[in-house]
DNA sequence: AAACGGATTGGCT
DNA sequence: GCCAATCCGTTTC
């Protein structure tokens, strides 16, 4: 199990883009009480850094928040989104350089029911982890999830070998960030093309 | 199919 | 006090 963990080197990667499209694929894990869930990882977003004005560290601010983007690469940042939500990062970089990757969405894999039973859904739908929100609920991160390592056995990503085409990965501006003005159409949204688990069209 | 509003709370002005 | 990296049920076209 532990073997399969993405290496510390995977998160210290200086291209932020690069990382987000590299997590494409990959296998975001939870085990909270002996029970594993997870799921393919088809959507992210690049938030990148003190220049991105969609990013909580634009301008290089520190905050209790923010101060947890400012760690060394592979840890997960998780807040509070909307009073209700807790939204995934990935920490990448080096100390001192926030840049994150938010999840967005992901292929449910294992555990589907306790998925399923966190969710409080029946119908066996595309709205189980199609959004950083209901992804969380699903593998259960809250709160506490903040500040974690990614070489844990609590959460981590692991590689099992999915690949996808290089022409089947679209980059478009990202969701829900009309407030950070001209940064807002960069296109750091990356998504697996006619992908059923993506967040939106 | 699209638009709207309510839920709910922490962060910052 | 206002707004936020959201979601969902309801209303309206």
Redo the contacts with the bound molecule.
């Keep these: 199990m532990r073997n399969k963990h993405l290496k510390e080197s995977f998160y210290l990667n200086k291209n932020i883009i690069d990382v987000s499209e590299n997590l494409l694929g990959k296998v975001l894990v939870t085990n909270i009480n002996n029970t594993i869930t997870s799921g393919i990882i088809i959507e992210t977003?690049a938030?990148a850094g003190i220049d991105d004005k969609?990013?909580?560290?634009y301008n290089n601010?520190r905050?209790?928040?923010?101060e947890t983007?400012y760690q060394k690469g592979g840890i997960a940042?998780v807040?509070?989104?909307?009073?209700?939500?807790y939204?995934f990062?990935v920490i990448t970089n080096i100390e001192d350089v926030p840049h994150?990757v938010?999840i967005?969405a992901i292929e449910p894999l294992d555990g589907i029911n306790e998925m399923q039973r966190r969710?409080k859904?029946k119908s066996k739908k595309y709205?189980l982890t199609?959004?950083?929100?209901?992804?969380s609920i699903a593998l259960g991160i809250d709160k506490s999830f903040n500040g974690e390592s990614l070489l844990s056995n609590i959460v981590w990503i692991q590689d099992n070998g999915i690949k996808f085409n290089k022409k089947d990965i679209l980059s478009r501006p990202?969701?829900?960030?009309?407030?950070?003005k001209e940064d807002a159409t960069l296109p750091y949204r990356f998504y697996i093309k006619d992908n059923k688990w993506i967040?939106k069209l």
């Design positions: 977003e938030y969609a990013s909580h560290a601010k905050t209790q928040r923010t983007m940042y807040y509070l989104c909307y009073g209700m939500y939204l990062n994150a938010l967005r969710r859904i709205n199609n959004g950083p929100g209901k992804l990202r969701i829900g960030v009309d407030y950070a967040s």
